[in-house]
């Protein structure tokens, strides 16, 4: 038999009975709600009602995602979606509530309606049948007890905060899945560029003004059913509601951007604030709140790291490069125990005696699964996630057990000296220099058997801090060679007051060089080998692969050289080889 469902509501001292027939109601203070509560503790749309999967639902304010001020509650505890059923008491206010009713057959003359429905009436002036008082009062303490755990907004911008946010995207996530698949939203994760140098430069003070103004300045751009919080720090979130398509959020973000970029005065001083958003949409599935989050907030990193003051939109591909680079992570971090990084070593030679002078360690990672990696797939990642201080250590380590190696063998002579490469970040690493030390040591290397590669545009980049290290790592009898030199526009002056060893000629020049013997690359490997010999400091060419790659070279007086041509880089036992028999040289030059 087909059940008819009620919402019997009471208004203060009014109580009133609606029959629901309807698939959708609205529940508010709206001329056109389908039922009005005049009362003032209720929202413009407090409450909406529909009709699915012949159960009747009950959200917290509109179907666009709008939530009430006060919230909704029911039997007790504050919800955004609840599913009615039987005598569920729906509290919307203070003074207003109202109760679920659900009966079968003929209203009209059944004594048990009839009956329930006092019980109600009773039950919602807030006496018992003895004219006891109910269970409002309980209600109202836990509704006021929840209030005080949870605060939902932040005390310094008045914004709500992470906690509200959250469960303001989660009500647009179920909205979405249970009642409009086509509702479509977009997050916003918002990170302020460089708020660390106001902090400190300004004083955290005028670093809290300036994260007051942002957030008005964030307020004043959305449209009325957006939501913005502040996440923490100095980051906030957005949700764009009810979106037709990504274009729209991204053109909000672009709007957003120029808003906010407009000058500030903070402390007597003209500020330009500038922010990084990483933008999540449910053009992707999405299945929970902390999943979109992750993802804008991953979309964020990647517009930081691409230059800051722009926005990135999380897509699939992003995705597959987080999940597998945490997984490479996961694996790097257990490479070292296991041992599966290796060093190969290529071959250095002197031009002009055709024979081996030493080798540069080049890292592989025999990866159980994905065999044997090239560094280039993770000194990267290793680098991101400080993993490299770890690694490097071990190379160095590495290099000079194996110098150590070849050093007692009696048939190699004379000594080998091992080039091994270094990151930009291991020379911030305050214990590099006692590091090595304590390794040199150990292994008993002398001035020169061990020396360390850096490329051009690192050594360039932070050259002061540069060369004060340089100066330790020679003073500890470790020469240096600018990796890559020619591609990263060292400036003279820099490269006069640098205390290095070898320039060593980047690879794309060699390759390049035509056989012709009439064009550019060749031009600057030869201004590359004379600055080198007027600084009174070594040129090692590097990726030699062709005889007349060689044939050039030699005739422009390059001292040293590596590539394909004499060996591609080998495992230590091959290179012991190598080292013991030296190079077959076929070429004659
Ligand atoms: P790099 O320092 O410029 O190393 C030279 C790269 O060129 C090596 O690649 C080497 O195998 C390759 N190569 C050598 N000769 C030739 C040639 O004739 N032709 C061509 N086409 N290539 C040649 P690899 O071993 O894959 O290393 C790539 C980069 O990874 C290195 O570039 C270096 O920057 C980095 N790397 C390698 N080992 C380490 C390490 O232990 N620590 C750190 N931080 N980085 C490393
Ligand atoms: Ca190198
Ligand atoms: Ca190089």
Not at 272 to 292: D, F, K, N
């Amino acid at each position: 038999m087909e059940s008819k469902r009620f919402l019997l509501f009471r208004e203060e001292e009014n109580i009133f009975v609606e029959v629901l027939t309807k698939k959708i109601y609205t529940i508010g203070r709206r001329s056109h709600d389908d039922i009005f509560l005049a009362n003032r503790g209720i929202s413009r749309c407090h409450a909406s009602v529909y009709f699915l999967n012949s159960k009747f639902w009950i959200i917290d304010g509109d179907f666009k995602g709008r939530t009430s001020t006060n919230g909704l509650i029911v039997n007790g505890q504050k919800v955004l979606l609840h599913e009615l059923n039987q005598y569920d008491v729906i509290t919307f206010c203070r003074d207003v509530h109202a109760i679920f009713l659900e009966y079968q057959g003929d209203l009209a003359s059944s004594k048990a309606f009839e009956d329930s429905i006092r019980n109600v009436i009773l039950f919602f002036s807030g006496k018992d049948k003895q004219g006891m008082r109910l269970l409002d009062s309980e209600i109202e303490e836990k509704t006021l007890r929840s209030r005080i755990q949870k605060p939902q907004s932040d005390d310094l911008t008045g914004l709500p905060n992470r906690s509200a946010f959250l469960a303001r995207v989660r009500k647009s996530l179920e909205f979405k899945e249970q009642i409009s698949k086509d509702h479509q939203f977009s997050i916003l994760f918002i990170d302020v560029d460089r708020f660390k140098m106001i902090n400190d430069s300004l004083g955290h003070l005028a670093g809290d003004q300036f994260l007051i103004h942002l957030a008005a300045r964030f307020a004043a751009c959305l449209r009325s059913g957006d939501m913005v919080a502040r996440l923490g720090g100095d980051e906030f979130g957005i949700l764009l509601d009810d979106i037709d398509n990504l274009e729209e959020a991204k053109a909000i973000a672009k709007r957003l951007q120029e808003y906010i970029a407009r000058p500030l005065q903070l402390e007597n001083q003209e500020v330009y604030p500038s922010i990084s958003i990483g933008i999540a949409s449910t053009h992707l599935q999405y299945r929970t709140v902390e999943e979109i989050l992750r993802d804008a907030d991953t979309a964020m990193y990647n517009a930081k790291k691409t230059g800051k003051a722009r926005f990135v939109v999380f897509d699939e591909k992003m995705h597959q490069r987080a999940s597998s680079l945490l997984k490479l992570d996961g694996d790097l971090r257990k490479a070292i125990e296991n041992q599966q990084l290796q060093l190969y070593y290529q071959p250095i030679l002197s031009l002009a005696e055709k024979s081996i002078v030493g080798f540069e360690a080049l890292i592989r990672w025999n990866h159980p699964e994905r065999g044997l990696l090239s560094p280039d797939i993770f000194i990267p990642i290793s680098e991101e996630t400080d993993l490299i201080y770890k690694i490097g250590i071990w190379t160095i380590h590495e290099a000079c057990r194996q110098i150590d190696l070849w050093r007692e063998n009696v048939d190699i002579q004379p000594i080998l000296y091992v080039n091994v490469n270094m990151s930009a970040k291991q020379l911030s690493d305050t214990h590099l220099i006692q590091n090595i030390k304590r390794i040199l040591r150990k292994f008993g290397i002398k001035s020169g058997e061990l020396k360390l590669e850096i490329t051009e545009s690192i050594a360039m980049q932070n050259s002061q801090h540069t060369i004060k290290i340089f100066n330790q790592l020679r003073e500890i009898g470790v020469p240096l060679v600018i990796d890559d030199f020619g591609t990263g526009y060292s400036s003279l002056s820099y490269l006069n007051r640098f205390p290095i060893d070898t320039l060593k000629i980047d690879r794309s020049f060699v390759s390049n060089i035509d056989i012709s013997n009439e064009n550019t690359s060749l031009n600057i490997t030869q201004s590359i080998i004379s600055l080198a010999h007027s600084l009174g400091v070594d040129v090692v060419a590097e990726g030699i692969e062709k005889a007349y790659h060689l044939a050039c070279l030699k005739q422009m007086k390059c001292d040293f050289g590596q590539g394909f041509l004499f060996s591609k880089p080998i495992e230590a036992d091959a290179a012991t080889h190598l080292a013991e028999n030296g190079l077959n040289w076929p070429w004659k030059f």
